[in-house]
Nanobody, 123 residues
Framework: QVQLVESGGGLVQAGGSLRLSCAAS????????AGWFRRTPEKERELVAA????????YYADSLKGRFTISRDNAKNTVYLQMNSLKPEDTAVYSC????????????????WGQGTQVTVSS
């Protein structure tokens, strides 16, 4: 069993930065892939970025490459999403998820989810 709690969301002006954190409870978190997803009322849930358990493999949505960075500190059981050059269209609820899988881009492989944190980017 893994429990995930996100933090770090908030209101930021366009061009600003935020760092989201996802704290995990449970043992052997290093064996779990982790992903950051976002959703809005208008769009389906989107995989933003993902990282393998060891951190050696990462994935980014094409539209976000160069602006977002996913990382993890397994000693702290925490996954991060650094978001730079934020745009109003990045406004969404961001959730982290974990799954015991090597297929880090497959949404169906993630079965532990956090509650989400709101990110609002003003123009």
């Amino acid at each position: 069993q893994v429990q995930l709690v996100e933090s770090g969301g908030g209101l930021v002006q366009a061009g600003g930065s935020l760092r989201l954190s996802c704290a995990a409870s449970g043992r052997a978190f290093i064996t779990y892939a982790a992903g950051w997803f976002r959703r809005t009322p208008e769009k389906e849930r989107e995989l933003v970025a993902a990282i393998s358990g060891s951190g050696s493999s990462t994935y980014y949505a094409d539209s976000l490459k160069g602006r977002f960075t996913i990382s993890r500190d397994n000693a702290k059981n925490t996954v991060y999403l650094q978001m730079n050059s934020l745009k109003p269209e990045d406004t969404a609820v961001y959730s982290c998820a974990a799954g015991w899988t090597i297929w880090i881009t497959q949404i169906s492989e993630y079965y532990y989810w956090g509650q989400g944190t709101q990110v609002t980017v003003s123009s």
